[in-house]
């Protein structure tokens, strides 16, 4: 049988705040974390950021992987008493039965960027880089290991801008297949100048604050975040009258249609859709609120809006896109955007769509302009990344029966 999946914990940073409540009250209220240029780079590109500020230095002890991207994690990890509900998964089930499934897709990149600036006044690198476990891809997973002394089975999903999303499919396969009892699932990207200027290059960074939907969209504003969910199968922990928020469905696709464009019609989109509510066992007109990707580039929001308007006709749910609170966090957008569901679940509100003044009649999507409160049963999020690395996820508040089965 394929068991439901419960969160059982989460935390968030992003440049809206540190922590769940934070990040609550700013969806609530409507006040984005996005800043005019940034305090971390040096860099002439002025556009809009969604910084952390203030971050924390890691404990001598984990001294070694000491990067942006690393303590962005470390803040996330120590925040909403995560950690310590991670440690109490531990002596439930052994440290060797957790296993980690995180995204990224900067790693530890900025540190690298500034070596090497270093070695070219210097002539050599600089004795503190350590590239093995700062840059390399697996720093983040091994990091976090190694800060909450886990043991299972660890992995890295690097995507691009599904990297974090993907992860909870890998959880559901491990917990499924009981190679684990618990996963932590989560991702973190940093500001670094290589994204920057690499989506600046491709033409896909607005001067202006993001306005995704809009019918003047012009380009993203880049954000970074560190997030993590703390998942397990819900029949371990289900009491009866229990209301739990579930991951129910997911579906990935990859179209591979073009390196950095998605597929004009959203084919892919709309297959990862498709697929996430079969497994679901839902019909589109299920679903009550829908996150979507909506970067506010031309193309991708366009893309999208067909995919949707494909799936679910005239009977579209609540929508709306949440990059106008933090940029597109790329890795870490998947996450960031899956704890948006589970806050919209929570609260029963459905999120507002910032930024977006002027509709665009081609899109024929009317997303949610203020924050509203909505009766939610069924979330989705969507997360697409270059290459047509497309991921869907569907979470779903599911009240638990007497005999502990959701109903």
């Keep these: 049988m394929r068991y439901p999946i419960q969160i059982s914990a ?15 009250h700013a969806l609530e209220n409507e006040t984005t974390g996005l800043k005019l240029n940034t305090r971390t780079l040096e860099t002439k590109l002025e556009t809009f950021y969604g910084e ?59 540190e690298t960027e500034q070596v090497l600036a270093y070695r070219e006044q210097n002539g050599q690198f600089s004795d503190d880089y350590h590239y093995e476990t700062t840059h390399r ?6 990091f976090c290991a190694d800060a909450l002394s886990l043991q299972g089975p660890r992995l890295i999903i690097s995507t691009a801008c599904s990297s974090s999303a993907k992860v909870f499919a890998t959880a559901s396969r491990w917990l499924n297949h009981d190679l684990v009892d618990a996963v932590l699932v989560g991702g973190v990207d940093t500001l670094c100048l290589t994204t920057i200027h690499g989506f600046n290059a491709l033409g896909l960074v607005s001067h202006d604050i993001v306005r995704p939907l809009d019918a003047r969209r012009d380009g993203i504003n880049i954000g970074e975040a560190g997030g993590f969910m703390l ?30 464009t998605p597929h004009p019609d959203g084919q892919g989109a709309h297959d990862a859709m498709a697929q996430a509510l079969n497994m679901a066992g839902l019909a589109p007109a299920d679903i ?34 949440t990059k106008g609170f933090t940029g597109h966090t790329l890795g870490a957008a998947g996450i960031t955007e899956a704890i948006f569901c589970q806050l919209a679940l929570e609260s029963q509100q459905a999120w507002a769509n910032l930024n977006c003044e002027q ?19 069924h979330c989705m999020s969507n997360s ?7 991921a869907c996820l569907i979470f779903s508040q599911t009240d638990v029966d007497k005999t502990g089965g959701p109903v």
Aim: with cysteine; proline share 4%; net charge negative.
């Design 137 to 142: 891809m697996n720093s983040l997973a091994d």
């Design 384 to 390: 697409f990344g270059f290459g047509g690395n497309n």
């Design 10 to 24: 989460s935390t968030l940073v992003s440049g809206m705040g540190v922590g769940l409540k934070a990040h609550r």
């Design 231 to 260: 998942l397990e199968k819900a029949s371990e922990t289900a009491r009866p009258g229990e209301n739990s928020i579930q991951l129910t469905g997911f579906g990935e696709t990859s179209d591979a249609y073009h390196i950095s």
């Design 359 to 377: 509709l665009d009649d081609a899109l024929s999507l009317t997303p949610v302009l203020k924050t509203q409160s909505a009766a939610l049963r």
């Design 52 to 110: 952390v500020t203030d971050l924390p230095a890691l404990p001598p002890h984990l001294s070694d992987y000491d990067c942006r991207n690393n303590r962005l994690a470390w803040q996330a990890l120590i925040t909403d008493g995560f950690a310590e509900q991670v440690s109490e998964m531990v002596n439930r089930f052994g440290a060797h039965r957790i296993g980690l499934a995180l995204g990224t897709s900067t790693s530890g990149i900025l």
């Design 288 to 321: 009550d609120y829908l996150n979507l990707h909506g970067t506010g580039t031309p193309s991708n929001d366009l893309a999208e809006s067909k995919a949707v308007n494909t799936l679910f006709g005239d009977k579209t749910p609540l929508l709306s896109s």
